[in-house]
């Protein structure tokens, strides 16, 4: 292979590297402000236990939240310092919903509670995210945890269908009566269904049930994953796109200066060397599930932290390199437009339609794309691809050295 086309692709994927990175920690900041991993969660259990309630007129996935086994991992200080909750709930449906009072009251709660929650549930639902029907036993739908371990879910559920706390074997059986007559009333209830066919393969045994109520919830748990997943894609597309265009990150304009300009090709491939060699690789992001408190997400100063180093990361190697990138480097077609748009707003917005159709700009915006694109594939990714561009270099230099070398002829 010939060299210049690796050295090209080196610079490419550090590059993208480098943007991943910084892409990676804007989304996990947006994921941590939305606590989009709770939303998810709050999905995944609404679409385990569908159905009608099964527990003292409660629907079920209330009567989850609920469980002090569960409410124990979150916290509640509206609810938790109220202790009579049915009374607050019903003092709250009672009160007017029109008017000026409860339009006072509703600003007063605003500005005295959490005012960032409407901007955070509005995000939710932009992405997709919000699930379709609210958990009723907690003042914010925000307050939610991130993760249930499947050990407590399953404790949880079997205290929950034991409704009259019976012990020894006669509480499978207990179990199993109360969900077979359950089923017989409510068949068009699955989650019914589900737990009837798991208690049955028990054949009596609790823990057994037990021990499938958990495959259950894991299952759905590894569904929930390949959910967040596919939110995690789509929101580091838009961010990848905005990087794009804040950075002014042109991959048909950087590809080429790689291509025409030796220096700017070692200077990425020394970059890159350095960077690999004492940078771990980046953590995928995965979806709430782990019972671990390990697997919570960073807090804001971390993350904030993180994401200055990168930034500052990104800005050195760009400007030692002299890569084509930031809208300080070279004259862009846009570059003019931007002041112009400033001074006369009207003339900027007529003239950038026409200089839209130009070809220098298509190509331009082709190459935003481009970066878009392939921030989106995450950093991960590029770090594996990096990592084997470079095992490829390593073999290919030494073939280059011993055909400079003169014949002994």
Same mark, same amino acid.
């Given at each position: 292979m010939n060299s210049v086309v690796l050295d090209?692709?080196?610079?490419?994927?550090?590059?993208?590297?480098?943007?991943?990175?910084i892409a990676s920690v804007l989304q996990e900041l947006l994921a941590t402000f939305m606590q989009l991993r709770p939303a998810?969660?709050?999905?995944?259990?609404?679409?385990?236990?569908?159905?009608?309630?099964?527990?003292?007129?409660?629907?079920?996935?209330?009567?989850?939240?609920?469980?002090?086994? #569960?409410?124990?991992?979150?916290?509640d200080p509206k609810w938790d310092q109220n202790p009579d909750r049915q009374k607050m709930k019903d003092e709250e449906a009672e009160e007017?919903?029109?008017?000026? #009072?409860?339009?006072?009251k509703r600003v007063w709660a605003y500005l005295s509670g959490r005012p960032l929650d409407p901007l955070r549930q509005l995000l939710r639902r932009l992405i997709g995210i919000k699930p379709d029907?609210? #958990?009723?036993?907690?003042? !914010?739908?925000?307050?939610?945890?991130?993760?249930?371990?499947?050990?407590?879910?399953?404790?949880?559920?079997?205290?929950?269908?034991n409704r009259n706390k019976t012990m020894g074997p006669a509480a499978m059986t207990e179990i199993r009566d109360f969900l077979a007559a359950h089923h017989y009333e409510?068949?068009?209830?699955?989650?019914?269904?589900?737990?009837?066919?798991?208690?049955?393969?028990?054949?009596?045994?609790?823990?057994?049930?037990?021990? !499938?109520?958990q495959s259950w919830y894991s299952a759905s748990m590894d569904r929930a994953s390949g959910w967040y997943k596919k939110y995690t894609q789509q929101m580091l597309l838009i961010i990848g796109l905005i990087l794009a265009v804040t950075f002014n990150v042109d991959s048909l304009r950087v590809a080429q200066t790689l291509w025409t300009d030796r220096d700017v090709r070692q200077a990425m491939?020394?970059?890159?060397?350095?960077?690999? !060699?004492?940078?771990?690789?980046?953590?995928?992001?995965t979806a709430p599930a782990a019972p671990a408190p390990a697997a919570q997400p960073e807090d804001f100063n971390a993350l904030e932290t993180k994401l200055q180093g990168t930034v500052t990361t990104f800005q050195q190697v760009t400007t030692q390199t002299l890569l084509p990138v930031g809208w300080a480097q070279g004259r862009h077609p846009l570059s003019a437009r931007f002041q112009l748009l400033r001074d006369q707003p009207r003339l900027a917005i007529r003239r950038g339609w026409q200089l839209l159709w130009r070809t220098k700009t298509m190509v331009m915006l082709l190459g935003w794309i481009f970066t878009g694109v392939a921030i989106s594939l995450g950093a991960p990714f590029w770090f594996d691809t990096l990592n084997k561009f470079m095992v490829v270099r390593s073999t290919v230099k030494p073939q280059e050295k011993s055909q400079d070398e003169p014949s002994k002829s």
């Amino acid at each position: 292979m010939n060299s210049v086309v690796l050295d090209v692709a080196i610079g490419m994927a550090f590059l993208y590297l480098l943007l991943s990175l910084i892409a990676s920690v804007l989304q996990e900041l947006l994921a941590t402000f939305m606590q989009l991993r709770p939303a998810n969660l709050q999905r995944a259990i609404h679409s385990l236990l569908t159905g009608n309630s099964i527990q003292s007129g409660m629907d079920l996935v209330d009567s989850i939240y609920n469980h002090g086994l #569960v409410r124990g991992l979150y916290s509640d200080p509206k609810w938790d310092q109220n202790p009579d909750r049915q009374k607050m709930k019903d003092e709250e449906a009672e009160e007017p919903k029109t008017g000026f #009072v409860a339009w006072s009251k509703r600003v007063w709660a605003y500005l005295s509670g959490r005012p960032l929650d409407p901007l955070r549930q509005l995000l939710r639902r932009l992405i997709g995210i919000k699930p379709d029907k609210n #958990v009723h036993c907690v003042s !914010s739908q925000l307050l939610l945890p991130a993760y249930i371990p499947a050990d407590t879910f399953a404790l949880a559920m079997v205290d929950l269908l034991n409704r009259n706390k019976t012990m020894g074997p006669a509480a499978m059986t207990e179990i199993r009566d109360f969900l077979a007559a359950h089923h017989y009333e409510f068949r068009d209830n699955k989650a019914t269904e589900a737990m009837l066919a798991l208690a049955t393969d028990a054949q009596g045994d609790l823990k057994k049930f037990q021990q !499938s109520l958990q495959s259950w919830y894991s299952a759905s748990m590894d569904r929930a994953s390949g959910w967040y997943k596919k939110y995690t894609q789509q929101m580091l597309l838009i961010i990848g796109l905005i990087l794009a265009v804040t950075f002014n990150v042109d991959s048909l304009r950087v590809a080429q200066t790689l291509w025409t300009d030796r220096d700017v090709r070692q200077a990425m491939d020394s970059a890159a060397t350095d960077y690999l !060699s004492k940078q771990p690789k980046p953590a995928t992001a995965t979806a709430p599930a782990a019972p671990a408190p390990a697997a919570q997400p960073e807090d804001f100063n971390a993350l904030e932290t993180k994401l200055q180093g990168t930034v500052t990361t990104f800005q050195q190697v760009t400007t030692q390199t002299l890569l084509p990138v930031g809208w300080a480097q070279g004259r862009h077609p846009l570059s003019a437009r931007f002041q112009l748009l400033r001074d006369q707003p009207r003339l900027a917005i007529r003239r950038g339609w026409q200089l839209l159709w130009r070809t220098k700009t298509m190509v331009m915006l082709l190459g935003w794309i481009f970066t878009g694109v392939a921030i989106s594939l995450g950093a991960p990714f590029w770090f594996d691809t990096l990592n084997k561009f470079m095992v490829v270099r390593s073999t290919v230099k030494p073939q280059e050295k011993s055909q400079d070398e003169p014949s002994k002829s």
